[in-house]
């Protein structure tokens, strides 16, 4: 089939019979963090060596949403609908609240700040889960060159009701893409810490979420191959999309590589989208792509 790659015939069930990928637009460096927006049927992202967000829409194509964007990588949307970011450049977790306002929700760990937060996900509490890996910290061509006040690479979580930031995972050694399972039981956490170091790990774990609030007994999920899991989401069954440097590869929640959505760049991040939350947006490189499945996301809203 081409345009696929299938290892297993339980992804034949995940694609439609007319589904392809699609080129929506390109010109962006380093394209990150996909979110989708139902009311105006559109998708934010980032360009992060440009230092800007961009926006595309089928009416009105690709156009500059913010810029300066403070080195903005990972979004996500929380329970009332605002934006949520990772900021490289700030290092903290902003909030774009309705009046188009950036606050700082979080940007510091015991009174030292963050590495270079990088991807997050909101739990169905509120709550904001996200790692912290040093990307942005090491040069300046994703945020500003620094030494780490931390000293280490955790995945955090946040709630906003009460302020109060608490490591929920300390074993990864550079925290990158997350997702909870469908029903929140499960944590998972990409390490990409191969992106710099040639013996590094380009792999994703799988935690247990105790009382929705800790993540214990960590193991190997799967090992990606080739590039790195980036970033993923996982839809409705428990699949999970996530990036490598050829294309979507899929996975069940039992480990097996089911098939891969091959892509003509390197692959990033995605998200799911479009009226029926079967629409699957996927940053690579300098492009925005995007391919309708026959399966929808679990990420709310």
Known sequence: MAGFE??????????????????????????????????????????IPNNRMLRWSAGEGMSVFRQPANFTNGHYRDLQGRLVSCEHGGRRISRTEPDGTVVTLVDNYQGKRLNS????VVKSDGTIWFSDPPYGILSNREGYQAESELGANYVFRYDPQTDALTIVVDDVVEPNGLAFSPDESLLYVADT?????????????????????????????VEVNPGLADGFRVDQHGHIFTSSADSIQVYHPDSQLLGKILVPEKVSNCTFGGPDKNRLF????????????????AQKP
Do not use: M
């Open 117 to 120: 937060p990088n991807d997050l």
């Open 193 to 221: 810490s191969a992106a710099f170091d040639p013996h590094g790990n380009h792999h994703i774990r799988v935690y247990e979420v105790v009382d929705g609030k800790t993540a214990t007994n960590g193991r190997l999920f």
């Open 6 to 47: 299938i290892f297993d015939d339980r992804f034949r069930a995940l694609l439609q019979p007319d589904s392809r990928l699609e080129r929506l637009c390109t010109g962006a460096v380093w394209s990150e963090g996909p979110v989708y927006f139902a009311e105006g049927d559109y998708v934010l992202w980032s360009d």
């Open 282 to 297: 996927i940053t690579a490189s300098t492009s925005l792509y995007a391919i309708t499945l026959n399966t929808q996301g």
